[in-house]
């Protein structure tokens, strides 16, 4: 208990300490104290305790010593502490209890709250069973010597075992050794496992020799105990190693008996005593049931035999009433499980020897149950004297009975007799009868019908048979035997059966001879004269022949007589579905009374009416090419059976045409076997039809049989009407412009689409093939995507004029329809349509022409500008500029334009430049006119424009009064003049204007050829 105890140890060593010195020094003056008074103390006088039922494997045997009565000083002195323990049932044991080693009080279980005993297992002990030791590092014997048991006798007794237990918790270094005179064996023990959980670190070594120890070398929560026991020892110690704080428990481990006895059934005064007594005589307990009561037990009681190997008898026997009349069934357990040693099941005996071990609880329970007792008994009648000799049995007859009575129990009886109010006496034989014997008794005289038996129509009889059952005051009875015996009055019957030949039902045709015969019998107890067959009804349309009978009409009991007629089969008969005959017979009772009529007898033919009726389905024509067209539908309807039917009717089992169903007249009336009639119906093909390429019907025919039979349906009849298929798709493509001369101008296209077929083309779509246009043509419109045969749509789509469309002079336009003929997989492709949209192309340019300056000098340069327009619907490309008149004395430099694309209501300028020379200074101006051309797209008239001129004012120069100033050249350098740097720059200038517009010339011209 390391774990628990280090707080608890450490606060009360010093205290410890000074309780071992204050018990030393006690010791030695108490020892003084003896020694002087050298006087014996008295036996401490002590009980010992059971723990709580089912709290232990042994709860109810061992018993734990109550030490409350504990004297250190005795128990450590020389003599010890003797002491004497009543035990249960009146025995008692003596020992002497020595201690050595640490002081010891008693405490109750559990010792701690974590200790297994009066915790986990034998809860609920009394007193104080505990030695507790309270020092530390001590070791500490407690021996039990001198041990004797004895009985309330005085007799010693030695099957009992001492046991010894670790009352408190073995942790770590502490452990206890148990030492005997006689080999230690272990309480919790199962097998080979000491059953100690995880105590004593699992182990328990010793056990089977006299010293078994229990050690531990950690501290744990234990789920187990250490307890064990040794027989009949001399002497007992336990020993506590490590001087911590352990305890320990003695008790003496014992046996304990019981009987109980169970009464299911008793006969009527019945006592019955259990006991268990020992094999010496020395332990006795019983108990009785009285003649009422259905239990008694001994209750448990505790014993301590004299040997080791205890036998006990357990008995029961009756006190009033015989033993050998009951059943006994034993049950029994030892230590609350079943053993094949003990007594068990249904058992002829009364008594059992049990073996009793030590620390045995045997229980056993005697079930009691009388034996079977019962009688059978057989009634007959033995003979019946036929007194006036009319062959019935009638007052006046007399009737003889016989018994037969059996045991049918297990025990024998005496006196039987026969109780039978009816007859009176009945002898038996005298003496026992024993069980499954039998006897003959009979009735002392017979029994004389009488009148009142003739009426109730027979003699009842009813008997019982008894007997007393052996060794008792009781009576066994037999269940009522009854016999019940005909009694006849004259009474004249008659029966009468009747036939047809042939009666199958395949013979009921028309024309067939039925033979009627007529079987009369009689059924009464006297003869019957004069019979005579008469016809009370008869279903046929014809007429039945007369009844032939024998001349002799006599007919004695039991006998018979035959009588024939014939009648023939009609159509009517056939019809009615049976042919039905109701007779009876009648006569005169022999000796006068009434006359007597047999129950009317009948016969019914079946006419096995055989309703049936054929169909054979025609279509004319069987093949058609076009929806709308008629197809007329034929039904020829057959009486194949053998009775009439009337009102045919037509029912279709299946019609694939789409536009039924069928519209079928029928002939009213009858018509008879063999006989035909024609149902008729017409129907017009649809485009599903013909799309399905066959249109299938299948019909039965049906009528109305006679009344009560079964409705006739004929077996299907099938026709077809093919419907060849035909596939074909055009396309026809318009515009609704015959040109177009604007941008942005919409073109609607139209897609007539139709189906020159007769099946329906499913997925009908237009797909364009060809298209010139420069933009895009909107989606493709229709207004279904599916056309029946013969069907056609207008499909639509819309274009917007581009400029690149007027350039190209025309927009064309090619389609194909395509769509998948119904029941084929292949599409169908029209041939392409196409249209051609022209162009309206005004090509046209402006001109505008200018000069800058507009006034000028001698010698001053001027740029002419030249502002082209596109006035026209179409582009052109790449302009020039054509000069029709110049007035100025010197040369006009080439006109420059740029080479590009001029698209509709786009400008272009062109230059060129002049310089003033001094003849145009007498004329005072300078007119220029010119026009403008450009390439239009191919095909169209070349564009030109209008004359545009300008007129540059030139002024005279001044005279000069001064000359000029030459400006004086550096040294090292020529001379320059503004004149050479500017022609410079002019001449760079040209060329690469000249470059420059030749490249884009080349650059115009291959876009709008493009």
Known sequence: MANRTTVRRRGIRPVRRALAALAAVAVIAGGMVAGTAGSAQ???????????????????????????????????????????????????????????????????????????????????????????????????????SDIRVVNAFGQEMSAFALVGADAESTDTNESIRWISSNPIFSLTANGSDPGVGTACDGRLPGLGTTQVTCAATRSVNKTGNAIVASENPDFWTQRMVGGGVQAVAFGVLLSQLELNKRVESRFAGDDFRISIGGEDGTWVFGDTTGPTGTSATTGRQTVVAKGMETRFTFAERTLAGTMSNYDATWACTRNGTADPTLPTGRSPEYRAEVHVGIGDLVSCTITNARKRTGLSLVKRVAEIEDVNGNGITDAGDRIRYAFRITNTGELPLSEVRIDDPMLGPVSCPPGELAPDASIECTADAPYTVTVEDERAGAVENTATASGRISGTSEDASSPPSRTSTPVQAADPSLSLTKAATPSAAADFVVGQEITYTFVVTNTGNVPIDGVTISEDAFSGSGELSEIQCPADRTLHPDDTMTCTASYTITQADVDAGSLSNTASASGEPAGGGEPVESEPAEEELPSDPEPAIGLEKRASPRTVARAGEIVTYTFHVTNTGNVTLSDPQITELAFSGTGGPLDVSCPTGPFAPGDSVDCTASYEVTQADVDAGRIDNSATAAATPPPGQARPVSAESSAVVTIPAERGLTLVKSADAGEFGEVGQTIEYRFVVTNTGNVTVDGISVDEVEFSGAGELSAIECPSSTLGGGQSMTCTASYEVTQADLDRGELTNGATASGTA??????????????????????SLGLVKSVEPGEAEVGDTVIYRFVITNTGNVSVVDPWIDETGFTGAGELSDVSCPQLVLAPGESAECTASYTVSAGDGGAGSVRNTAVASAYPPDGAATPRSGESHAILVVHAPALPSTPPAQATPVPGELPRTGVELGAGIVLIVVLLLTVGGGAMVVARRRRIDD
């Open 42 to 144: 008295a036996a401490t006088e002590t009980g010992c305790s059971m723990a709580d039922a089912g709290s232990g494997r042994f709860a109810s045997t061992l018993c734990w010593f109550d030490f409350s009565g504990y004297d250190s000083a005795q128990a450590r002195s020389a003599a010890g502490q003797e002491m004497v323990v009543a035990l249960p049932g009146g025995s008692r044991m003596n020992f002497t209890l020595k201690t050595s080693g640490g002081l010891i009080r008693t405490v109750p279980f559990p010792s701690w709250s974590g200790a297994y005993l009066g915790n986990r297992e034998y809860r609920g002990v009394g007193g104080e069973p505990a030695l507790y030791q309270t020092g530390h590092r001590t070791t500490t014997d407690l021996t039990l």
């Open 822 to 843: 119904v029941g084929e997989s292949e599409p169908i492709v029209t041939p392409p349509s196409e249209v051609i949209v022209e162009a309206a192309q005004r090509p």
